[in-house]
């Protein structure tokens, strides 16, 4: 069973609304999350990084949360835009290790 | 700045063939180095990773091999592809030390289809 689940698996809105990704996770202990974009066909591009402390971390539109208690993070996409069409990685690092979710396919469609 | 280098972008290539992908890294010195495997609509899967020079690291038993005949250069290799090999390969680097403690940096992957 994968230690990271993520929902939906793709999502479709249009331009110029919200979203909101999730990001639930069993990984213990617990190191840091890290959410990536990857657009197609490209390696992935890390947006942002939380350590257990933190609970929101924003990077432009992008604004994730971490509750380290239910374990789940959230990734709230803002005003979307076309280029934000992508699969977006929750990535969570148990001391040494690294466990990748499958991602969210988004598309973001005029 | 640090860069990341991956070749071919695209390849097919048959069943039996040999394999050889390459990863460079520029900007950085004694980097730890990733290689996975992300098949369609797959999450990323960690194949091989190392901290060093000749320091391979596998995570799965495959088809696949690993090097690291210089400082920033991994090497993914194959004797004989199977179908079963086709994806995006990425390569990654990582500040040197605990391997997941560090941010990952992707190289823009490979793109590998066995017919």
């Known amino acids: 069973k994968n230690q990271v689940e993520q929902s939906p698996q793709s999502l479709i809105i249009l331009e110029g609304k919200n979203c909101t990704l999730q990001?639930?996770?069993?990984?213990?202990?617990?190191?840091?999350l890290r959410w990536y974009k990857q657009d197609t066909g490209r390696g992935p591009v890390s947006l942002t990084i939380?350590?257990?402390?933190?609970n929101t971390k924003s990077n432009g539109r992008y604004t994730a949360t971490l509750d380290a208690d239910t374990k789940q993070s959230s990734l709230h996409i803002t005003a979307s835009q076309l280029s934000d069409s992508a699969s977006y990685i929750c990535?969570?690092?148990?001391?040494?290790?690294?466990?990748f979710g499958a991602g969210t396919r988004l598309t973001v469609k005029p | 700045s640090q860069t990341i280098h991956q070749w071919p972008a695209t390849l097919v290539q048959p069943v039996g063939s040999p394999l050889s992908l390459e990863c460079t890294v520029e900007?950085?010195?004694?980097?730890?180095l990733y290689w996975y495997r992300q098949a369609a609509g797959r999450g990323l899967q960690l194949l091989f990773y190392?901290?060093?020079?000749?320091?391979i690291s596998s995570e799965v038993p495959q088809n696949l091999s690993a090097s690291r005949p210089q400082d920033r250069q991994f090497i993914l290799s194959s004797k004989k592809l199977l179908l079963s090999d086709s994806g995006f390969y990425l390569c990654?680097?990582?500040?040197?030390?605990?391997?997941?403690?560090?941010?990952?940096?992707f190289g823009p992957g490979t793109r590998l289809t066995v017919t």
């Open positions: 990654a680097w990582s500040r040197g030390g605990t391997s997941g403690g560090y941010e990952q940096y």
């Open positions: 990001c639930n996770y069993t990984v213990s202990p617990f190191s840091n």
């Open positions: 939380m350590t257990f402390s933190e």
């Open positions: 990535v969570v690092s148990e001391n040494n290790d690294m466990r």
């Open positions: 900007g950085t010195s004694n980097p730890n």
């Open positions: 190392s901290v060093g020079i000749g320091q």
